[in-house]
Nanobody, 124 residues
Framework: VQLVQFGGGFVQAGESLRLSCEAS????????IGWFRQVAGMEREGIAY???????TYADFLKGRFTISSDKAKNTTYLQMIKLKPEDTAIYYC???????????????????WGRGTQVTVSL
């Protein structure tokens, strides 16, 4: 399983950003791709994940600001973020979980393969 991330950087509050995660080394149908983020000194938290059939799960705290999507032809999953806030500043990771382990909307624990992470910094 290999996950290569693109995107990230510095933005001002209220702006938008899109992250990309290109997957290789496995069948898209056998894995669920998700996005997580981590602030220094804190645990990694789940943002969203998308199954091969397009069904999505989102963390409750997002309140509709982030959207996960995927392009199977490109083996790429995206995280579109709008109305960014300074508290969204974190390192963002894409992760993969075997589809057989993602059994409900609380399967954040199943993710064990990670991209390198990309820094997102939101300034006032």
């Amino acid at each position: 399983v290999q996950l290569v991330q693109f995107g990230g950087g510095f933005v001002q509050a209220g702006e938008s950003l899109r992250l990309s995660c290109e997957a290789s080394g496995f069948s898209f149908d056998d894995y669920v791709i998700g996005w997580f983020r981590q602030v220094a000194g804190m645990e990694r938290e789940g943002i969203a994940y998308i199954r091969s059939d397009g069904r999505t799960t989102y963390a409750d705290f997002l309140k509709g600001r982030f959207t996960i999507s995927s392009d199977k032809a490109k083996n790429t999953t995206y995280l579109q973020m709008i109305k960014l806030k300074p508290e969204d500043t974190a390192i963002y990771y894409c992760g993969a979980a075997p589809a057989r382990l993602v059994i409900d909307d609380h399967s954040w624990w199943a993710f064990g393969s990670w991209g390198r992470g990309t820094q997102v910094t939101v300034s006032l």
